[in-house]
């Protein structure tokens, strides 16, 4: 399955209980269609402590969502969007902000 997004894209989330929060992709995971948004989606954990100098406790992690919950954020407009893909002169390929029509990587 092909995503959408990259690691390292700002994305906002637009549906769900996290709905509107602006975050990084920390990871995606393409065969299963889902990916890590820094902020969104965080689960609380109980973690035993494992080493002599790792403390156990409650941590917070974020979990895996949809990517189909994710829209790419430009970044000179500052919205969510859509894109589309242009080929510059020199045979690389982009993508452009549907909406400002700048482009994004």
Not at 4 to 15: A, L, Q, S
Not at 64 to 87: F, T
Request: with cysteine.
């Amino acid at each position: 399955m092909k995503l959408h997004v990259k690691t390292n894209d700002e994305v906002m989330v637009i549906t769900g209980k996290d709905r509107g929060v602006k975050g990084k992709v920390l990871k995606a995971f393409p065969k299963t269609g889902r990916v890590i948004v820094e902020g969104a989606s965080v689960a609380t954990k109980h973690q035993k402590s494992r080493a002599q100098g790792q403390p156990g406790g409650i941590i917070k992690k974020e979990t895996p969502i949809d990517a189909s919950n994710v829209m790419l954020v430009c970044q000179k407009c500052g919205k969510p969007s859509r894109y589309g893909k242009k080929v510059l002169d020199n045979g690389n390929k982009v993508r452009i902000c549907k909406k400002c029509g700048e482009q994004m990587d």
